[in-house]
């Protein structure tokens, strides 16, 4: 069960501390709020991989190393599965209501996005990638919404880019497995190595030249 949650994905929502630390204003009400922000998301993506490996049972029996996880082994029962995710998004996005209604609504349309991510979209050839970036981006917003401060454009580019760069050389791991005879899963239908090595290469070029305009910026 512990397993599950995937707490070793917590890394990702670090993401939310960067409005904190890029406004230079660290007292203690802001760092406090953004630390149960951090938490809050954390149980809201647990509770969207459970029920992305519920929906990926077969396939990920099919998979080198997904194999294992405790869904796909059986070791842990779908029914438990359920429970675990309607008691973590529970507790999440209520306290998230106490604490700020913007933080209410982007948690509620990251969990609505991820769910309809695990159900169809993630079968759909460049609007999976993109889905995956923009999950970053709003991990950002939920840590702006307890601050007095604004994001800036450059941040949110910059963020964006790096996670499609990232979100795409996951799917190149795939592909490369694909290759190789093991069966993955279908969102690598619409790749091949070809266009996803042409496209990060593309996507550096963008992230370099992205950040050489935000550091000549006024």
Same mark, same amino acid.
């Given at each position: 069960m512990f397993q599950l949650l995937r707490i070793h994905q917590y890394i990702k929502n670090l993401f939310v501390f960067a409005p904190l630390v890029f406004s230079f204003n %660290?007292?203690?009400e802001d760092t406090i709020n953004t630390i149960f922000v951090f938490i809050l998301f954390s149980l809201l993506a647990s509770s969207i991989y459970i029920?992305?490996?519920l929906m990926d049972i077969q396939e990920d029996k099919k998979h080198p190393t997904k194999k294992f996880r405790p869904l796909a082994s059986g070791k842990v029962?779908?029914?438990? +599965?359920? /429970? /675990?995710?309607?008691? /973590?998004?529970?507790i999440s996005l209520t306290v998230a209501? %106490?604490?700020?209604v913007n933080l209410f609504?982007? /948690?509620l349309f990251y969990f609505l996005l991820n769910l309809a991510y695990s159900i169809k979209l993630k079968h759909i050839t460049i609007v999976d990638i993109f889905i995956i970036a923009t999950g970053f981006v709003l991990r950002l917003f939920a840590g702006n919404s307890v601050l007095d401060?604004?994001?800036?454009?450059?941040?949110?580019?910059?963020? %964006?880019?790096l996670a499609l760069?990232?979100?795409? +050389?996951?799917?190149r791991d795939d592909v490369l497995l694909s290759s190789q005879g093991k069966a993955t899963r279908k969102n690598i239908d619409g790749y091949n190595l070809e266009f996803v090595n042409a496209t990060m290469i593309f996507m550096a070029g963008v992230i370099v030249v992205s950040y050489i305009l935000y550091t000549v910026s006024s």
């Open positions: %660290f007292n203690q029920f992305n490996d029962s779908k029914g438990s +599965a359920k /429970l /675990l995710i309607v008691i /973590l998004s529970s209501s %106490f604490i700020s609504f982007i /948690l401060t604004s994001l800036s454009m450059w941040i949110i580019i910059m963020t %964006f880019l760069f990232l979100a795409i +050389a996951k799917r």
